[in-house]
């Protein structure tokens, strides 16, 4: 007993000593004046702002403050998050930029490789390396380097899975963390508010609302008119002129590009579906598992607006196919499929690009490749 406590506290050194090396690294790297350019500078300007008094939705509040430090951005850019991302943001506004931008590169690498090792727990080989190819998948790479805030939503997302059955009012509170970007996760959405209808999840629905109510609490007290900057944002925010590289948007832009509600449609079906899976498979289920996986990546493939940074949720469901008894030439295509979205990374192939509408479409095809539907023999990992 004595002997695994040890064990566990130099494994966890061990982790700590790692991120911080290469948080350092990556402050090497990227530095301070390379932030501007990444979506950490939206996310400071909101903090800076919001300590202010001022609306963090404000195009013209966050020019001039990027213009006050020097930067001249062609165009400012904007929080989309809901205020629930408040109380991860309002940190960065004590800080100056250069060291805000030095913590919240700890923070984003903490938060991945925190889900990484947690990953490994979960699926209980705790000898094996398994679990660092994790750092491998091309999107954990495009998240850290961009600096995007889905990291938090990723350890919510893992604890959550860790924690559903034995402590689920805590596995409540973390995956309320999710609803920083809740349209990533649409079906899930929809499969867990039947799960906890059905078995009578109270606890993790209490959870959940008390994670959301303190979250919104917060935002509002700093704030009180934040939840209308909010909408007032979305409403203004010109959205059939932005392109993001995902199924959705070549739907909408293949059919009329000018109908904006297009790009729900495909979010909509894949609710119906989670909806009937959930209830064609609700015996037996589970969320750490073939049934949550399958569910992250097909919300991952219909979401109405996304980025390749926030396919680091798929980490979970890939990482997952290596420690079931997969056949290997599925193994071999995902590697084949992250390679590919690290070269064109490392080929400086920007996110807004239409190169990268592939990915969660090779992802959820991978795992479907690798675990057929309904798989019995994976039943070790409920």
């Not at 073939?290 to 390749?308: D, E, F, K, T």
């Not at 980490?315 to 390679?339: E, H, I, K, N, Q």
């Not at 400086?348 to 023999?377: E, M, N």
Request: proline share 6%; aromatic share 12%; net charge positive.
């Amino acid at each position: 007993m004595e002997h695994n406590k040890a064990g566990g506290v130099r494994e966890y050194i061990a982790l700590l000593v790692f991120i911080a090396i290469l948080s350092l690294l990556l402050c090497i790297i990227a530095p301070s004046d390379r932030a501007s350019k990444r979506d950490f500078i939206c996310y400071w300007t909101s903090g800076q702002l919001l300590l202010h008094g001022v609306d963090p939705y404000s195009p013209d509040a966050i020019m001039r403050l990027e213009r006050s430090q020097g930067y001249r951005p062609e165009k400012a850019m904007i929080l989309r998050n809901p205020p629930l991302a408040v109380p991860l943001l309002i940190p960065l506004g004590l800080l100056s930029f250069k060291l805000a931008n030095v913590v919240w590169l700890f923070l984003i690498v903490s938060s991945i490789a925190v889900s990484i090792h947690l990953l490994r727990e979960l699926h209980g080989d705790l000898t094996s390396r398994t679990h660092l190819l994790g750092y491998a998948f091309a999107p954990t790479l495009i998240c850290v380097s961009a600096g995007q805030i889905v990291a938090f939503a990723l350890f919510g997302i893992v604890v959550f899975l860790l924690l559903y059955k034995g402590r689920p009012f805590v596995a409540g509170v973390a995956l309320s963390v999710c609803l920083i970007k809740p349209h990533l996760l649409l079906p899930f959405g929809v499969a867990l508010l039947l799960w906890i209808l059905f078995q009578r999840q109270t606890r993790v629905a209490l959870g959940m609302f008390t994670g959301m109510l303190t979250a919104s609490a917060i935002a509002t007290a700093i704030r009180p008119s934040i939840w209308m900057d909010y909408f007032s944002m979305m409403r203004n925010a010109a959205l059939d002129q932005e392109f993001m590289p995902t199924p959705s948007t070549f739907f909408r832009l293949a059919i009329h590009p000018a109908w904006v509600w297009l790009q729900i449609v495909p979010a909509v079906l894949g609710c119906l579906w989670a909806a009937w899976y959930y209830l064609e498979h609700r015996e037996g289920w589970t969320w750490a598992g073939h049934n949550g996986y399958l569910l992250i990546l097909v919300s991952l493939l219909v979401a109405p607006r996304a980025w390749v940074t926030d396919e680091v949720l798929a980490v979970p469901a890939l990482l997952f196919l290596f420690y079931a008894d997969c056949p290997r030439t599925a193994l071999y295509w995902l590697a084949g499929a992250s390679t590919i979205a690290m070269v064109e990374m490392f080929a400086a192939v920007q996110v807004t690009s239409g190169f990268y509408v592939w990915t969660t479409t090779a992802w959820l095809a991978c795992y479907l490749i690798a675990i057929p539907p309904a798989p019995k023999r994976l039943s070790a990992y409920s």
